[in-house]
């Protein structure tokens, strides 16, 4: 397992899912992302994008919750459905979950993803060169 500090929540999300997290990261080795976007601390998120065997791209997001939820245009539910998230259903995540965290002194990672179709990463990328990281990692879905 990585030692980075938020790879235990990886795992931890894995292993509620159901999911092997060695068997995964061993199918999707660095090697074959797209594009990582490291973390750094006025972003307080990570991205990477992965290109999928059908064609197009999954881009993925851990970070900071409250900075997360505010890309996120819809939520996963436990059950697998993804339900629109709205503006008040983000503050009232962070003001439920979130600050109450905080305030105990625990610290809350948030997880989205996104598919892209390969025109438009295409097109991003031939005129960004993937630097226009705010268009790709947008209008992503948390995952509860």
Request: proline residues 3%.
């Amino acid at each position: 397992m990585n030692s980075q500090p938020h790879s235990g929540v990886c795992v931890c999300v894995c292993v509620h899912a159901g999911l092997d997290y060695d068997t995964i990261r061993e199918q999707n080795p660095v090697e074959s992302f797209t594009k990582v976007y490291t973390f750094n601390s006025s972003r307080k998120s990570m991205s990477t994008v992965l290109p999928l065997e059908e064609g197009g791209y999954r881009v993925h997001t851990k970070g900071a919750s409250e900075i997360v939820l505010k890309k996120c245009s819809s939520i996963m539910k436990e059950n697998g459905q993804v339900v629109p998230l709205t503006k008040s259903d983000q503050l009232e995540i962070i003001k439920t979950v979130v600050k109450p965290m905080a305030e105990g002194a625990l610290r809350t990672i948030a997880l989205a993803y996104r598919y892209m179709n390969t025109k438009w990463v295409e097109l991003q990328v031939t005129n960004s060169g993937w630097s226009y990281k705010c268009e790709i990692v947008g209008e992503v879905t948390s995952v509860k």
